[in-house]
């Protein structure tokens, strides 16, 4: 005899999304509230697992996308006669087309407020990024990465933070983030710091 509990006849066929599904959170007939709020516990812990991975991407996203824009206003470039420019210049084209193909959004929610913070640190860091000045560069990203420190107590527990410099234009901007948008823009210029570091070496 057919189970019509549930709404649903137990004798229907069952998909591959319900054999999915008992699979991660076992038999999907819901016979009690607790373990209903069980199965929602789990899928609440597995949505925030997804978040951080998608985060971890659109971090791996975001730091090719900022090797792209380096390399293309690096100095070597400079060296190179027509031809071999156009070429690289192809080349690094095509690599940022096919990025652009990558979709990754986690949306963060924002007040317009935070919007606005928000686009004005990214033109800032665009700045460092587009400046012919590798060691002008540098020092401005320190500064704008120590902003990002004192903005974290657990950072400069020991030390006072008015001894740091900071650039403050940068760090106000930065105070009008939310705090999801603070750790990324952290990491973003923790890389780009990195590579500007370099930079200045060859140099």
Known sequence: MCNRSYGRSSCAKRTRFDQQFDEEFGPSEVASTPRFIDILDQLDT???????????????KDFLAMSVDLLKNNEYLTGLNENERDEINCYVQRISNRLGTVELNVCTVRDHAQEDSLHHVNSLIDMIISSADPVMSRQKCQQFLNACSTTDTSVYSDIDPTTVYT???????LLGCTLDDQKTIKKRLQ??????TQQTIVH
């Open 167 to 173: 650039d403050k234009k940068f760090e106000s901007a």
């Open 191 to 196: 890389a780009l710091l990195v590579y500007l």
């Open 46 to 60: 597995k949505v925030e697992s997804l978040r951080k991975e998608a985060l971890l991407l659109r971090d791996q």
